[in-house]
C-alpha cells in the first residue's frame, strides 16, 4: 500500500519555466509534508516543509501549496534552472513519529 | 555544525556475510533513523532510535537491526546478506522529540553492494 503517490515520475522542464509536481497522501494522521532534493551520489536534502494549518508555504522559488481536503499537496519551482536538476521526493510523517513515508521520486531535468 | 556523517561511504560484501554501517548525528541530535534507498523500492524506512530507545521499525526482516549510543551515534546491522540488500542506506538526524516532529537530516549514505 503506498501512503503517499507522487507524479511525474518524470520531469522535463524549459529553463526559467514552472516545474510543478504533485503528491497525493492516504493517512489522516500525518501532519508534517517536507520534500527532499536529491542530486547523485548524495544522501537528500530537505528543501522545504508544510504542516496543514497553511495552505501555502512559500521559500525563494521554491513554493508549496497543500489541500487538506483533497489530501494532495504540491511543490512549484518558480524560474526552473539547469542547477535545479535532481530528484525530488515529496514526503510525510506524524508529530513525534520520525519515520518518514516517501513518495516514488519524480527525475527532473532542466533544459538549458 | 558539521552535518551527518556515515562510514564506510562504499562497501562489498559477500553473499551470507554480515555487515556494520554507522552514523554520527548532527551535534545535539537526539534521533537518528535509517533508510534503505533502491531503485526499485525508492527510500524505505527502517527503523528509528530516540535516546538510546528503539522507537519505531519499518517492515523489514529480523536480519536488519540497530542501536544508539548514549552519545546519539548509532551502527546499523545487517546479517546473513543477500543479493536484494545492496542499495544505498541512509542516516538521518533530527532533534525531534517524542510528541514533536522536526526536519530530519540525511548523512551521503553508505553505498552496499552484495556479490
Known amino acids: 500500500q503506498q501512503q503517499v503517490k507522487q507524479s511525474p515520475q518524470s520531469l522535463i522542464v524549459q529553463k526559467g519555466g514552472i516545474s510543478i509536481i504533485n503528491c497525493a497522501y492516504e493517512?489522516?494522521?500525518?501532519?508534517?509534508f517536507p520534500w527532499y532534493q536529491q542530486f547523485p551520489g548524495k544522501g537528500p536534502a530537505l528543501l522545504i516543509a508544510i504542516r496543514p494549518d497553511v495552505s501555502e508555504k512559500k521559500e525563494g522559488r521554491f513554493t508549496i501549496s497543500f489541500n487538506k481536503s483533497a489530501k494532495q499537496f504540491s511543490l512549484h519551482i518558480m524560474d526552473s534552472q539547469p542547477g535545479d536538476s535532481a530528484t525530488y521526493f515529496c514526503a510525510a510523517s506524524t508529530s513525534g513519529d520520525d519515520k518518514i513515508i516517501f513518495g516514488k521520486g519524480t527525475r527532473l531535468h532542466i533544459l538549458p | 555544525k558539521a552535518g551527518v556523517t556515515q562510514t564506510p561511504r562504499y562497501l562489498i560484501k559477500t553473499r551470507g556475510q554480515q555487515v556494520t554501517l554507522s552514523c554520527s548525528p548532527i551535534s545535539g541530535h537526539r534521533s537518528v533513523s535509517w533508510y534503505q534507498q533502491t531503485p526499485g523500492q525508492g527510500l524505505q524506512f527502517l527503523f528509528e532510535?530516540?535516546?538510546?530507545?528503539?522507537?519505531n521499525k519499518g517492515n523489514f526482516p529480523g536480519r536488519f537491526s540497530g542501536r544508539q549510543f548514549s552519545n546519539s551515534r548509532s551502527e546499523m546491522n545487517v546479517s546473513t546478506l543477500e543479493l536484494g540488500d545492496s542499495a544505498l542506506y541512509l542516516c538521518a538526524s533530527s532533534f525531534s522529540t517524542p510528541t514533536t516532529t522536526y526536519e530530519q537530516y540525511f548523512g551521503p549514505g553508505t553505498r552496499l553492494t552484495v556479490t
Open positions: 532510535y530516540f535516546s538510546e530507545t528503539q522507537r
Open positions: 493517512n489522516t494522521a500525518f501532519d508534517y
